[in-house]
């Protein structure tokens, strides 16, 4: 109860600082600080008694971050270009803003060319060059892929469709594998294709969240087949399948950043663990997670870790009867560690448990990232009404 109550008061911390103050302290901001706080209050207390039970919380600041970036990014566009459609100026002047999904299609052209094919600017802007690399430099050594279950403002669309559903249509984990054979694939092929054209390839032609963010004109024919593709993928990979299967298509199987993200894992502070002498093989967690981490295979060969796509969201662990999957440190010592020998040792060391840990700099990271673009939102909300 201690450890719960000093974390819930750190998070106000974080949340006076980077929502309430980066917001001048207005009216709505405190309103947006008291949900983000009694959602990682909730999440924090329901997980100190039952693990697994806080998965609802994440869903829920996920979902609704997507969204009200969705409106704050939408509204932006229209109050500096009047729609949504990029114009030639803001190609011209190179004010695109740049989002995590173009990191991977920008690296290799970067090494060979030494030059930026995507057009935005290095410094100065919110979505910046240089602040989108920062931030991505700093979830890549704490959270790693973690970001796509937790924080990503595009996945929140993919979260939302396929918890829509109260029970699969379509079964996919027979096609886990080759699924992620084929996200990897694609992640090599969009690479190859933005160094033979020298432009981001993804961007122009595969992303579908253009429908909610910003797009091409559709004035000529290859912005209309564009448009066409853009809505297709959409409605295919971000609603539909997600709404089929329960998992996040789109995210699993066409975006090239989760792949990346995927190979980036590696260096992150925090994993997923099984304890294969727990685990029962009923395969509960294998059937629940969104992102098809965890296989058939993965349970009968017992292996301790999820697969390489897993995003930590946790949802293995609120289905698991047997409590055998765990967030870990990825590079603690194997070591058997002495019992505490009094209440303070035990609170240090539930403190620093690892699921306390990657949950509060997950849940930070999303604070961060949604802090303006949420009061923004609301504010514009509430002015319509």
Not at 140 to 145: E, K, Q, V
Not at 297 to 320: D, F, H, M, N, Y
Not at 333 to 358: Q, T, V, Y
Request: charged share 15%.
């Amino acid at each position: 109860m201690i450890v719960s109550i000093v974390l819930c008061f750190l998070m106000s911390l974080v949340i006076t600082f980077f929502v309430l103050a980066g917001n001048g302290f207005s009216l709505v901001s405190v309103f947006y600080g008291i949900f983000l706080l009694a959602l990682y209050s909730g999440m924090t207390f329901s997980e100190a008694r039952k693990k697994g039970s806080g998965s609802v919380f994440r869903r829920i600041f996920l979902i609704t971050f997507a969204v009200l970036f969705c409106i704050s990014f939408i509204g932006s566009l229209f109050d500096e270009r009047g729609s949504m459609a990029i114009t030639s100026e803001a190609m011209a002047g190179s004010e695109l803003p740049f989002c995590h999904i173009v990191i991977p299609q920008v690296l290799l052209p970067f090494l060979i060319t030494n030059s930026i094919i995507f057009p935005a600017r290095v410094s100065g802007h919110y979505a910046s060059i240089a602040s989108m690399l920062g931030i991505w430099l700093m979830f890549t050594l704490t959270i790693g892929r973690g970001w796509c279950g937790w924080v990503c403002f595009y996945g929140g669309w993919d979260e939302a469709f396929s918890r829509a559903a109260k029970k699969k249509r379509v079964n996919l984990l027979s096609r886990n594998r080759e699924i992620r054979d084929f996200q990897f694939g694609f992640l090599f092929f969009i690479v190859l294709a933005c160094i033979g054209t020298m432009s981001a390839v993804y961007c122009s032609w595969f992303c579908p969240f253009k429908l909610v963010t910003e797009f091409s004109p559709m004035t000529t024919i290859e912005g209309l087949i564009a448009g066409v593709v853009f809505i297709g993928l959409f409605l295919g990979l971000a609603v539909v399948l997600p709404f089929l299967t329960k998992r996040r298509t789109q995210c699993s199987s066409l975006c090239p950043f989760g792949a990346f993200a995927s190979l980036t894992d590696r260096v992150s502070i925090f994993k997923m663990g099984i304890d294969t002498e727990k685990c029962i093989g009923c395969l509960k967690c294998a059937n629940a997670c969104p992102f098809g981490a965890i296989d058939i295979a993965t349970i009968r060969q017992k292996k301790t870790s999820p697969e390489l796509t897993c995003a930590k969201c946790g949802e293995c662990i609120s289905v698991c009867p047997a409590h055998a999957i765990s967030y870990q440190f990825r590079f603690a010592a194997k070591c058997k560690i002495p019992e505490p020998s009094s209440g303070f040792e035990k609170g240090i060391r539930s403190f620093l448990d690892p699921a306390n840990l990657f949950r509060f700099a997950a849940f930070s990271f999303g604070t961060v990232m949604s802090g303006n673009f949420a009061v923004d939102s609301i504010s514009r909300i509430l002015g319509s009404l």
